[in-house]
């Protein structure tokens, strides 16, 4: 990795819709990607991920602040965003009516390659992606996270150094997502592109990202390797009871740590240090707590732990899954 | 890999440790006319798969109406006034109507992202998508002619005249319909202006213009599908007079392009919030 090579010196806020009250949807985030790293937003709904990528896209112009793109300024130039992404959206309404290969030809079309390119970029794609015999079915018609994949394949026809996927593995099966992280890595290997990824999944986030920003309300309030944020809550860890009914209140030990878990429903989670997380355990697998405990786990700090210590908004913002 | 730990926090910016290397080359500008034809093809095919039970409503539509206006109309120019009217009829609802709910649909569902994401001009989505929904009334528009010259005992021999109608027609129709859903701030506004805009042309259109109180007479001439339905109409005398044909046919065109500028505003200013 040769460094910084692409940079949003950003100074970015906007104001949301006026009807509601005014939301800083992103504010004051800085970034800085390098050329070649896969870079992920992580943040909870409403997080603000979204309308960030809308703003490096072009698609939204920010309030204050810049975008440079490998070198171009994306808010003086927004169209030139186009011709240097490629962005995978939420959406896919402007391709649900068409075949999975006539969504690629066309993209490819779109993005000024000729049509005998065109098809063979799309045929490459397709094939590589497993979707060639999908190939001639309207995306209305497939499963979601197939259509997802025709749209990640639409994504990927006319070659671009930069990638923006907005939860591109949303309703995928395992080997759809496994295509999807091989065609994302094929392209860094082989032609130094640069991913940016949008996701609320941690544990996507945690196997697939060089590194990873975390957004709350707005603001990047952590950005590093995922292992470096993991550090950050080292010396911490989870410990998951689930208890057969409800909580062996009369026990003291068990009583003790009632204002220090997060409760829900029969489940408690603590999060503690290593000795007293020993010391808990001991307490509930011997004596009358036992009787009452269905089931529990331990575990070393997760992405979502790291989100949840740096004091992100919502409690239960990220979905592990 | 890197394991640089970036000091990323908000309002910091992060020093440069290297030489920022020169832009990446830009990938090449799409241009109008190859974009306008993949962007029609594409919509051709969506037609084909989702519109054409539709393109069956809006045929019996018209014949329909041309076979109860049999009992009120007694031939002559009224006659060729609610065959005219019923042919482009069958242009207002899929060109007008239909393009309006798709753009509304489109804008409102955040799919015009997938557009203006790619470098592909305003014009050619536009368009594109416009012709082809103006193409895709050529074979209802026709079958309804047809009908309506065997119903009513008029001449088949000027229908070729279609050739510069539906086209022209479509143009209008097809451009207000775009823009009414570009600008239509709700999908929901959008399908009511299009339905709107569609029973115009079905009121104002197939019956006789001389009936009308000279209001309704006035919006008649406002109406862009009312120089279409005149230029078809006038084909079916005995010896037609092409000038007002081509005048009519002209006024069509006129508000085409200026529908399609707005249609093509309206896109840029939709696709980009």
């Known amino acids: 990795m040769r460094g910084l090579t692409k940079t949003y010196p950003a100074v970015r806020g906007r104001r949301g819709v006026p009807a509601t009250s005014e939301v800083r949807a992103t504010d004051d985030v800085t970034l800085d990607i390098r050329r070649g790293e896969i870079f992920g937003l992580l943040g909870p709904n409403g997080a603000g991920k979204t309308t960030l990528v809308r703003q490096l896209t072009g698609l939204m112009r920010p309030d204050r602040g810049s975008v440079e793109i490998l070198g171009h300024d994306i808010v003086r130039h927004p169209e030139r965003a186009a011709r240097i992404l490629a962005y995978l959206g939420q959406e896919s309404s402007a391709l649900d009516e068409l075949t999975v290969s006539l969504a690629a030809e066309t993209t490819g079309r779109l993005r000024g390659l000729d049509a005998g390119r065109a098809r063979a970029e799309r045929d490459a794609v397709l094939d590589e992606l497993g979707l060639t015999p999908l190939a001639g079915r309207p995306l209305k018609k497939l499963s979601g996270g197939q259509r997802r994949l025709a749209c990640f394949a639409s994504a990927l026809v006319g070659r671009r150094p930069l990638l923006v996927l907005d939860e591109p593995t949303t309703g995928m099966d395992p080997v759809a997502r496994r295509a999807v992280w091989g065609a994302v890595d094929r392209r860094r290997a082989e032609q130094g592109a640069t991913v940016l990824l949008v996701t609320h999944n941690v544990i996507e986030a945690e196997t697939v990202l060089d590194r990873v920003a975390v957004l709350d309300r707005g603001r990047v309030i952590a950005c590093d390797t995922p292992t470096g944020l993991k550090e950050q809550v080292a010396g911490e860890v989870r410990v998951d009871l689930v208890w057969r009914e409800t909580a062996p209140l009369h026990v003291p030990e068990v009583a003790a740590l009632r204002d220090r878990v997060a409760e829900s429903g029969r489940r408690w989670t603590l999060r503690l240090a290593p000795e007293e997380a020993r010391a808990v355990v001991a307490t509930v697998t011997g004596g009358a707590a036992f009787a009452a405990l269905d089931d529990f786990t331990l575990a070393t700090p997760s992405l979502e732990d790291v989100y949840l210590a740096l004091g992100g908004a919502a409690q239960q913002g990220l979905v592990k899954a | ?273």
């Open chain 2, 1 to 273: 890999m890197s394991v640089v730990p970036a000091e990323v926090l908000p309002g910091s910016a992060l020093a440069v440790e290297e030489p920022v290397r020169e832009a990446a080359e830009l990938g090449p500008r799409t241009r109008l006319w190859p974009a306008l034809v993949a962007v029609y093809r594409a919509q051709l095919s969506r037609a084909r798969v989702a519109r054409i039970p539709l393109l069956f409503v809006a045929t019996f539509q018209s014949i329909g109406i041309m076979i109860l206006m049999r009992g009120v109309v007694d031939g002559g120019g009224e006659a060729q006034a609610v065959v005219a009217g019923s042919s482009v009829l069958v242009v207002a609802f899929v060109a007008l109507n239909l393009l309006a709910q798709y753009f509304g649909q489109l804008r409102a569902s955040g799919g015009l992202d997938h557009y203006a994401t790619l470098p592909v001009p305003p014009a050619a989505v536009v368009l594109g998508a416009a012709g082809a929904y103006a193409s895709f009334t050529v074979p209802g528009t026709v079958v309804t002619a047809v009908f309506g010259c065997v119903l009513f005992g008029l001449p088949l021999a000027h229908l070729w005249v279609l050739v510069a109608v539906i086209p022209l027609a479509g143009a209008a129709l097809a451009g207000l319909g775009a823009a009414l859903g570009l600008l239509a701030p709700r999908p929901e506004l959008a399908t009511l202006l299009g339905q709107l805009g569609m029973s115009a042309a079905l009121l104002l259109g197939v019956l006789p213009a001389d009936r009308m109180p000279e209001a309704v007479r006035f919006t008649r001439d406002l109406l862009p599908s009312t120089y279409g339905v005149e230029a078809f109409a006038r084909t079916f005398g005995p010896h037609p007079d092409w000038a007002f044909v081509l005048g009519d046919l002209a006024v069509c065109g006129g508000v085409g392009v200026v529908s399609l500028a707005v249609a093509t505003w309206a896109y840029r200013r939709a696709a980009v919030r």
